[in-house]
Nanobody
């Protein structure tokens, strides 16, 4: 059974930091392209950052220089380090894993940036 479980969300003040994690099970994690998406209320789910199976990364423009995506294949863990958080970063953050045939989503973790 495939599971992607996010953790690390919470309430943080503007300018603060959070570190999100996604623990994977039931997949050969090293073969999957992984990504973080986010969805704000009333908005579509959008890509935030992705990391390919070869380790190459890409970021949505608004998070470049503030967020860092990384993966630990041995621990089957995906991480998103978020710094200099802004109120507009408030959303539910989802982990996604994709291979040539399948795509899997976690259930999400809430990030709220507010003073």
């Amino acid at each position: 059974q495939v599971q992607l479980v996010e953790s690390g969300g919470g309430l943080v003040q503007p300018g603060g930091s959070l570190r999100l994690s996604c623990a994977a099970s039931g997949i050969i994690f090293s073969l999957y392209d992984m990504a973080w998406y986010r969805q704000a209320p009333g908005e579509e789910r959008d890509l935030v950052a992705g990391i390919e199976s070869d380790g190459s990364t890409h970021y949505e423009d608004s998070v470049k220089g503030r967020f860092t995506i990384s993966r630990d294949n041995a621990k089957k863990k995906l991480t998103l380090q978020m710094n200099s958080l802004k109120p507009e970063d408030t959303a539910v953050y989802y982990c996604k894993g994709v291979d040539s045939k399948f795509a899997y989503w976690g259930k999400g973790t809430q990030v709220t940036v507010s003073s």
